[in-house]
């Protein structure tokens, strides 16, 4: 069964700080990998997606992949109070489906 | 833009009610998907449109009914819930034809509650 793991947290990380959240999957052959951010009651909203190893930015964010360890992070630099939400860790699969990891709980205090 | 929007924002329904939910989409997406999502879980798949056509049935209770009239829209028919429906319901599209390589972007979702 294909799974993905993360630690539920909750992360707690100063204002200012790089916040880290880690990710892994079982399945090798994965192409994809997607981070969400779910505030409380809402909906998910996309952050970033990866496929290839290595490191891709987008402002305050970077996505890390690493396939041989199979291992997928995401940091966050310059941590805001209003990165406090939860994180989730999704991976494609083949015919149109995700496979979600339990999320992240992420608390940056002031 | 990447904007999916959903209606209603809340429903309360009894468990003999008939409602629907219904999905917007135009970004010219041609896969379109529903997910329940319960308290402090992440989103589960229930239903996966793919060309207008049914893709991906993820057992789902009869008593929810997907239908996709076109391209853009997508609805969800509800009748004689029970309570542990309650969830908030959400809605996704993705570009189409690869499968979970496609980035999917979600409504706002439903939150449902079943008296």
């Known amino acids: 069964q294909k799974e993905v793991e993360q630690n539920s947290g909750p992360l707690s990380v100063p204002e200012g700080a790089i916040a880290s959240l880690n990710c892994t999957y079982s399945d090798r052959g994965s192409q994809s990998f997607f981070w969400y951010r779910q505030y409380s009651g809402k909906s998910p909203e996309l952050i970033m997606f990866?496929?290839s190893n290595g490191d891709k930015e987008d402002g305050r964010f970077t996505a890390q992949l690493n396939k041989a360890s199979q291992y997928v992070s995401l940091l966050i630099r310059d941590s805001q109070p209003s990165d406090s939400a939860t994180y989730l860790c999704?991976?494609?699969?083949?015919?149109?489906?995700?496979?979600w990891g339990a999320g992240t709980k992420l608390i940056i205090k002031p | 833009d990447t904007e999916v929007t959903q209606t209603p924002k809340h429903l309360v329904m009894g468990m003999t009610n008939k409602k629907s939910l219904k999905c917007e989409q135009h970004m010219g997406h041609r896969a379109m998907y529903w997910y329940k999502q319960k308290a402090k879980k992440p989103p589960e798949l229930m239903f996966v449109y793919s060309y207008e056509k049914l893709s991906i049935n993820e057992s789902v209770p009869s008593r929810f009914s997907p239908e996709c009239p076109n391209s853009s829209l997508l609805n969800l028919h509800l009748h004689a819930l029970q309570p542990e429906d309650s969830a908030l319901y959400l809605c996704a599209s993705s570009q189409g034809g690869q499968g979970g390589q496609e980035t999917q972007y979600f409504g706002p979702g439903t939150r449902l509650l079943v008296l």
């Open positions: 990866i496929y």
């Open positions: 999704a991976v494609g699969d083949s015919n149109y489906q995700l496979i």
